[in-house]
């Protein structure tokens, strides 16, 4: 079989704002008026390693619907598609570090055989000082099939934390907290995918 | 590029993709993780991705000379970028939102951060995006962007590039990436540049001049060829199911 060398990845460097952040890019809000499941609002800061606020990240979400079916081909399972439902989110952080979506819950999605996954959110951060995009996944921290998730039993005890968002709640919304720490104290585990 | 200090934690590929400590380019420092990347099995999560579903683009989006609306036209050398998209197996990537952006030709970019007394162009966005086409292909034509002074070190500046974001077909083939132009002499100064770790890498960023690209009376045409990894590979491997 053919194995063609991969372009090398670089820095989506400072400048990208307009571009992959206007108005027609940007997917702060995934749900539409039909969109099934409990709506959430995930939200979080992006940290560097003297714990500062990033200002000029860009992260991007990536999830089932709420039957834990993925809007994609690849995805042959019988849970319910919903075609309004792409799933994909895209947020810049600001002064303060802040990025957000608006968003569903997301369903059980198969692992093998007759296994599932956690509910989760894939992520992935891009910034000017990252010459590779961050990997990483956002878990729910009351959700009980945590503790059977073979993705999250791969993280190490001391670091699995770092990967569950905190619920709250916010004038009637209930909201997920879910910092990025790039380096240093409380970083958090990163994925070679 | 003597004496720096080079990360141990790379992302993929260590003979294609750059550390993510690179300390000769300084944002590196206080950005890039310490700790070991966590490696796990391939699932649905990864092998699916929003690439085949964004497609909200319009032909205009994809001349850059043009895009900014004005009635006028961006001033500079006007080029053809276009090539393929294909996966690691030699399978063309088709259908997939490719999105770019640039300095004008005078280095300049149209961003309140960016405020180096190049000029700015009121016809230039530098912004623009496309779908490739049911064999991979996408093609744009911009004006070929100016070299870029930068804070990184003393008389910095950055080889004339132009950015892509690449989706692909699922999560691992999720790139952003910059295209450079052949024969700069600063592509040996450009510390973002050489943080690919091999010649073989660094030269698969710099686009070919093509003169069958190029269009007489027109634009100059460059080709540049995109490779990201195939959704091949197989979810659930049974050792990952065993344990």
């Known amino acids: 079989m053919i194995k063609l060398p991969l372009t090398s990845s670089q820095t989506v460097g400072p400048f990208f704002g307009p571009a992959l952040l206007c108005e027609d890019a940007i997917r702060n809000v995934l749900t539409q008026p039909e969109t099934s499941g409990e709506r959430i609002r995930i939200e979080g800061r992006v940290l560097d390693g003297d714990g500062m606020p990033v200002p000029d990240a860009m992260v991007e979400i990536w999830q089932a619907n709420a039957h834990g079916r993925y809007n994609h081909s690849a995805d042959q399972g019988h849970a319910l598609l919903e075609p309004s439902f792409l799933g994909f989110g895209r947020s810049g952080t600001e002064e303060d570090g802040c990025y957000w979506f608006e968003t569903i819950k997301p369903g059980r999605v198969p692992f093998y055989h007759e296994q599932f996954q956690a509910p989760h959110i894939c992520v992935t951060i891009f910034s000017r000082g990252l010459l590779n995009h961050l990997v990483t996944r956002l878990y729910f921290e009351d959700e009980q099939t945590n503790a059977e998730d073979p993705i999250l039993l791969r993280v190490p005890d001391e670091r699995r934390s770092t990967l569950l968002a905190r619920r709250g709640n916010r004038e009637g919304m209930v909201v997920y907290r879910f910092d990025i720490v790039m380096q240093g104290a409380g970083e958090t585990a990163f994925f070679n995918l | ?243």
């Not at chain 2, 001349?63 to 294909?86: H, K, M, P, S, Y």
């Not at chain 2, 623009?128 to 008389?155: S, V």
């Not at chain 2, 990201?228 to 050792?239: D, H, I, L, M, Y």
């Open chain 2, 1 to 243: 590029m003597r004496n720096i200090t080079i990360g141990e934690i790379v992302r993929g590929d260590r003979e294609v993709f750059p550390p993510y400590l690179y300390e000769a380019y300084q944002s590196t420092r206080r950005r890039a993780p310490m700790l070991p990347l966590i490696e796990v099995p391939l699932t649905l999560s990864e092998l699916t991705g929003p690439g085949p579903a964004i497609s909200d683009i319009t032909p205009e989006d994809a001349d850059l000379t043009r895009n900014a609306g004005t009635g006028g036209e961006a001033i500079g050398q006007r080029i053809i970028v276009t090539g393929r998209v294909l996966d690691d197996g030699g399978n063309p990537v088709p259908n997939t939102l490719l999105e770019i952006w640039q300095a004008n030709a005078a280095g300049r970019y149209l961003h309140k951060r960016d405020q180096w007394p190049g000029p700015l162009d009121p016809n230039f966005l530098g912004m623009g995006r496309c779908l490739t086409n049911d064999e991979g292909i996408y093609r744009f034509l911009t004006i070929r962007p100016g070299a870029y002074p930068w804070k990184n070190h003393p008389n910095a500046w950055r080889p004339s590039h132009i950015h892509f974001s690449v989706f692909g077909q699922s999560m691992l083939s999720r790139l952003v990436t910059q295209m450079y132009f052949p024969d700069d002499p600063l592509h040996a100064l450009d510390p973002i540049m050489n943080a690919v770790p091999t010649e073989a890498a660094r030269k698969r960023l710099i686009a070919l001049y093509d003169h069958d690209v190029t269009e007489p009376e027109w634009a100059l045409g460059y080709r540049w060829d995109i490779v990201v990894r195939g959704a091949n590979a197989t979810p659930f491997e049974s050792k990952e199911g065993e344990q």
